[in-house]
């Protein structure tokens, strides 16, 4: 049973790891268009994909032309500040390594406390006493 603990706890790092990794890197991405002014054509973009049929079935398309217009509209006004918030966000990706490593300790005590708590339970002769 203790084995089945740790290899839970591995499989939580690994998917908390990736995903982080995930987040960084699309943090960065973010940042960098940002900063480089490159997020204009991209919202526009954007806003000209046609909205699928079959996303009617779950949203409604004015909501989803609504969002491509408000993305467009904040781009647009958020123009001359862009570089500044690409450099701000560029601040994130330590902060998001930081809960990264917050979240490892609680997986690995919470791993250690089931550990633990599975050899208090096991009968005595079982642990040769």
Same mark, same amino acid.
């Given at each position: 049973?203790?084995?089945?603990?740790?290899?839970?706890?591995?499989?939580?790092?690994?998917?908390?790891?990736?995903?982080t990794?995930?987040?960084?890197?699309?943090?960065?991405?973010?940042?960098?268009?940002? @900063?480089?002014?490159e997020?204009? *054509? #991209?919202?526009?973009?954007?806003?000209? /994909?046609? !909205? $699928?049929?079959?996303?009617?079935? =779950?949203?409604?398309?004015?909501?989803?032309?609504?969002?491509?217009?408000g993305?467009?509209?904040?781009?647009? @006004?958020?123009?001359?500040?862009? *570089? #500044?918030?690409?450099?701000?966000?560029? /601040?994130? !990706? $330590?902060?998001l390594?930081?809960? =990264?490593?917050?979240?490892?300790?609680?997986?690995?005590?919470?791993?250690?406390?089931?550990?633990?708590?599975?050899?208090?339970?096991?009968?005595?002769?079982?642990?040769?006493?």
């Amino acid at each position: 049973m203790k084995i089945a603990v740790w290899i839970v706890c591995l499989m939580l790092l690994g998917f908390w790891t990736g995903g982080t990794l995930l987040l960084a890197e699309l943090t960065e991405w973010g940042a960098r268009k940002l @900063a480089s002014g490159e997020a204009v *054509p #991209l919202g526009e973009v954007f806003t000209q /994909w046609p !909205v $699928p049929a079959w996303v009617g079935m =779950w949203v409604d398309a004015a909501w989803i032309e609504a969002a491509q217009g408000g993305v467009t509209w904040a781009l647009q @006004a958020l123009h001359g500040t862009l *570089p #500044l918030v690409g450099s701000v966000i560029g /601040w994130v !990706v $330590p902060f998001l390594w930081v809960l =990264w490593g917050l979240g490892a300790v609680l997986v690995l005590a919470l791993a250690f406390g089931a550990h633990w708590m599975l050899g208090r339970l096991q009968p005595a002769h079982a642990r040769g006493i």
